[in-house]
């Protein structure tokens, strides 16, 4: 790849163009890529309901909330546990340049467990605050793929049944290729650290791959595969998910969704990752 050039003026400074002033979408350009236009897409695009992080920006000038609900359901040696994740607010502002976006995300969580030796459990609250931001990288260029990075953090803000107590810093590298006029791959790789049940501290790498297919030009669909792998942890397993759902554009900056996930190893969640959602941008 090369860099943008000259790299400091882009980044300061519009470029003039026969339509007023250019502002560089991405960090970075393939080999031989032309500049892009500036702007963002005609619709919404959003980070939910999967789990894949898109790797497209919202844009220069835009904020875009993103909401919903999930449940989790887990039943394993005696023990059944419910979640309930409420709001999922996360808040993504176009800021600084248009390779730049600022996010913001909470949730309130509910927990029971219901089980032989612990009773009947319940805990509620707030969740750790997410504080990260998306920097646009490429954009796609035949098969060199749209490129992203997420420098991010949680903040242990969250109520002292969810909190981790300290800060867990992070990245995720998000990349994505438009296959054809209907279907989208988009992949994730992330590495985060954690602290598992027992206080030990471990990085969490997460893998996914995303296929998006669009139905009609209000509806569309996906499917989506997750890996969660705990490196370093002592009681922290391996976990395997399916995530599937479907999106509907109530208008072109309104979008509806629903989706649900199932355990595919005896170590996730049955149910995972299961509600619906609502998301808005300017």
């Not at 009947?120 to 605050?129: M, P, Q, V, Y």
């Not at 810093?169 to 279907?183: Q, R, T």
Request: charge should be negative.
């Amino acid at each position: 790849m090369e860099p943008v050039a000259p790299p400091l003026a882009k980044l300061i400074k519009a470029t003039p163009s026969a339509g007023g002033f250019r502002r560089e979408k991405t960090l970075l350009r393939w080999p031989g890529q032309p500049a892009p236009e500036p702007g963002r897409s005609d619709t919404i695009v959003t980070d939910r309901p999967h789990v894949s992080e898109a790797s497209s920006l919202v844009g220069l000038g835009t904020y875009q909330l993103e909401s919903g609900y999930s449940y989790f359901h887990d039943s394993n040696a005696g023990v059944t546990s419910e979640g309930h994740s409420l709001g999922e607010p996360l808040l993504r502002l176009g800021v600084f340049a248009e390779w730049f976006e600022l996010r913001l995300a909470d949730s309130y969580l509910m927990e029971r467990t219901r089980g032989p030796v612990n009773g009947n459990e319940r805990i509620r609250g707030f969740d750790d605050l997410y504080l990260g931001a998306k920097l646009g990288l490429t954009l796609q260029d035949g098969y060199l793929p749209e490129m992203a990075i997420f420098p991010q953090m949680r903040l242990p803000i969250g109520h002292d049944g969810f909190t981790a107590g300290e800060v867990l810093p992070g990245y995720l590298f998000a990349y994505s290729w438009a296959i054809n006029d209907w279907l989208e791959l988009e992949c994730n790789n992330q590495a985060n650290r954690r602290i598992d049940e027992v206080d030990h501290t471990y990085v969490e790498l997460i893998q996914t791959a995303n296929f998006e297919v669009t139905l009609t030009d209000r509806l569309g669909s996906f499917y989506e595969f997750l890996l969660f792998t705990p490196t370093g942890a002592i009681a922290q397993p391996t976990e395997y998910y399916f995530h599937t759902g479907i999106v509907y554009l109530i208008t072109p900056n309104v979008q509806f969704d629903a989706h649900v996930g199932f355990g595919l190893n005896e170590a996730a969640a049955d149910l995972a990752f299961t509600g619906v959602g609502l998301s808005f941008r300017n």
